[in-house]
Structures are given as C-alpha cells and as structure tokens.
C-alpha cells in the first residue's frame, strides 16, 4: 500500500469514528467474536456482499450506505449485549440473526421497524438513543457537532449539552440523559 492509499484508508477510519464511534473493522470484529460468526455469515445478515464487508472493515469504504443496513448493525450490537449479559441464550441469538437478516430497516422514531429486541413491540431507549446518534452523526463529524455546542451553549445551553452527549459522546451517557429527561 503506498502513502496516497495508507493516507485515504486513515481518513476512512477516522470518518467512520465519527459516524458509528469506532472504525467498523473494530465494530465487526467484535461482532464477529461476539456473536460467534465468521465474515460470510456477517455479510449476509447486515444484508452486504463479502467483498463490501472486507472494504468497510480495512477501511477502504468509508460509509454504509444503506440505513437498513446501519440498523441492522445497531441490532446485532443490542443482540451481542445481550448475549454477554445472558439475557438471550446462543440459539436464540441464532434466531434473532435471522429475524435481524429479513429486517428491512426502518425508523423506530415513527415505529416502522416492526417487533424490536424487547419484544414488545417498543423500540428499547438504546435503539432510540443509537439511531438520534447515527441521524446526528450522519450530518456532521464530532467535531462539528462540538463547535456547533460550544456556539449555541451561551444562549441554550440544554441543546448544546443534547448536541455534545448525542452528537459526539458515548452511547451509555446518551441512554442515562434520555432517561434523565423522560416525564
């Protein structure tokens, strides 16, 4: 790889950061073990071709382009919690990948996802949490978000502190400020 393609595959990395929160070679690998997978497997429930998962992973893509497909992988992160909290056992994940792999996408902001990892029918307040930080992540880069924080803090404080905990923080400290300002 020469400097040109070592320079634009760091970029991609480093964009992919601000959009999901870490690189997507690292968010897939971690999925992968998580959810005991192998790449193919991976490829087919996101709903990408084996080819597009190893460009997204070495960073030779930057973006996902489908928002179906982003969702599934916020699905598959909520499956991989549960499985680590025992909260859902290996066949059960087995069967959640295939319910994750037929999902079409969809926001669960207007409740067009159909049936959520609760069960219930109710999008879960991470799976709300993660798609408000994709949507913000999707317009701008952390950075961004930040500068434009630090410009409305003065005047409204409460959506520059939406705007940096949404926008570039973590998901665990997005979760507790929607629970925080629920009722």
Do not use: C
């Amino acid at each position: 790889m020469d400097a040109a393609q070592q320079e634009a595959t760091a970029r991609a990395r480093e964009l992919q950061r601000s959009w999901y929160g870490e690189p997507l070679g690292a968010l897939f690998r971690r999925l992968i073990d998580d959810l005991g997978l192998n790449q193919a497997r991976l490829a087919a429930v996101l709903g990408l071709s084996a080819p597009m998962l190893s460009q997204l992973m070495s960073g030779q893509r930057a973006k996902i382009g489908n928002p179906a497909v982003v969702q599934r992988v916020q699905a598959l992160q909520e499956l991989a919690v549960q499985v680590a909290d025992g909260s859902v056992s290996a066949a059960e994940a087995t069967d959640r990948m295939d319910e994750i792999k037929k999902s079409q996408g969809g926001s669960v902001l207007t409740g067009t996802s159909g049936q959520t990892a609760n069960g219930s029918g109710a999008p879960t307040v991470r799976r709300v949490v993660r798609e408000i930080q994709s949507l913000l992540r999707s317009v701008a880069a952390a950075g961004d978000i930040i500068d434009a924080a630090d410009s409305l803090a003065p005047a409204h404080p409460e959506l520059a502190e939406f705007l940096r905990v949404y926008g570039a923080g973590r998901t665990a400290d997005a979760v507790a400020h929607y629970e925080s300002h629920q009722n």
